[in-house]
């Protein structure tokens, strides 16, 4: 991190004792996804939430969520992504309709019984289901992806809730676009 997260998480950590973070190091290896499962042999519960730092919700999410997740036995449930700076310029725009278009494409494909995929940041993952399946794939660059097939072939099925979404940022320039499109192809190596 270059944003002084972790002396804001330090100083969260020693206001809220509720909370634990977790630090490794960058040269671990196996990016996003060995942070992901280094964080999975230290915790404890029928749930994991995905966030990406970026993320953004309303107070009230779990509680939409979660019922959600359990009414519809869900295995993993993707929250819509929404793009929270949309207005900022055409470019935002663009990527705030392409996310809401993803999403509707999901919800249709889920209201006829087909697969609807995971998307990294605001996913919720039902801890056995992920254990069954081996938990984050280090050996791959679509974490998100290559985690909606594994669930899908152990017969676990993931679900697509439109509201409340999780916001993100969307990036203003061509050139920032061009890095996360590099970024994301690249994964989180």
């Not at 999410?61 to 310029?89: M, Y």
């Not at 152990?154 to 050139?175: A, K, M, T, Y």
């Amino acid at each position: 991190s270059q944003d002084q997260t972790p002396q804001i998480l330090e100083k969260l950590e020693n206001e809220f004792s509720n909370l634990t973070i977790f630090r490794r190091s960058r040269s671990s290896g196996g990016g996003k996804s060995g942070a992901l499962n280094y964080a999975l042999e230290r915790i404890k519960g029928e749930w994991v939430f995905i966030l990406d730092a970026d993320a953004d919700f309303n107070d009230d999410i779990l509680l939409k969520l979660l019922p959600f997740a359990l009414d519809g036995d869900w295995s993993a449930v993707q929250l819509r992504k929404a793009i929270v700076n949309s207005k900022q310029n055409f470019l935002t725009s663009c990527q705030a309709m392409e996310m809401a278009m993803d999403a509707l494409i999901q919800q249709g494909r889920q209201s006829i019984g087909g697969v609807v995929e995971l998307r990294g940041n605001g996913a919720l993952l039902n801890r056995r289901a992920l254990d069954q399946c081996g938990g984050f794939n280090e050996e791959t660059v679509t974490d998100d992806l290559d985690l909606s097939f594994r669930l899908l072939f152990s017969n676990g099925s993931v679900g697509i809730l439109w509201d409340p979404p999780v916001h993100e940022e969307g990036v203003e320039n061509l050139q920032a676009l061009f890095r996360q499109i590099q970024r994301w192809a690249e994964g989180g190596l």
